[in-house]
């Protein structure tokens, strides 16, 4: 079964940057597509950024270009999501899990992101 255990939100101020991490086990990861994912209060979980496995393509939703960078470690079975010039609409529970999502279901408990001055 897939564990996903993300880490690294926290409470920011606007224009701050986060680095979020999550560590995935119960996959082969070097060979899956890993996304970001977030829900804010009151909306759908949505993908914000997506790597494929060798890192070498990324994909990211309008509202975080140029501001957002997803990368991967195969070797740590990690991906990473760096965030900066957070503004509070980015405020959310963050989620890792692969792109499409696992078909188990399976989904960690997140990392709050809440920016906010």
């Known amino acids: 079964q897939v564990h996903l255990v993300e880490s690294g939100g926290g409470l920011v101020q606007p224009g701050g940057s986060l680095r979020l991490s999550c560590a995935v086990s119960g996959i082969i990861f070097r060979f899956n597509t890993m996304g970001w994912y977030r829900q804010a209060p009151g909306k759908e979980r949505e993908l914000v950024a997506n790597?494929?496995?060798?890192?070498?393509?990324?994909k990211y939703v309008d509202s975080v270009k140029g501001r957002f960078t997803i990368s991967r470690d195969n070797a740590k079975n990690t991906v990473y999501l760096q965030m900066n010039s957070l503004n509070p609409d980015d405020t959310a529970v963050y989620y890792c899990?692969?792109?499409?999502?696992?078909?188990?279901?399976?989904w960690g408990q997140g990392t709050q992101v809440t920016v906010s001055s």
């Open positions: 899990n692969t792109d499409p999502p696992n078909r188990s279901g399976s």
């Open positions: 790597i494929i496995s060798t890192g070498g393509i990324t």
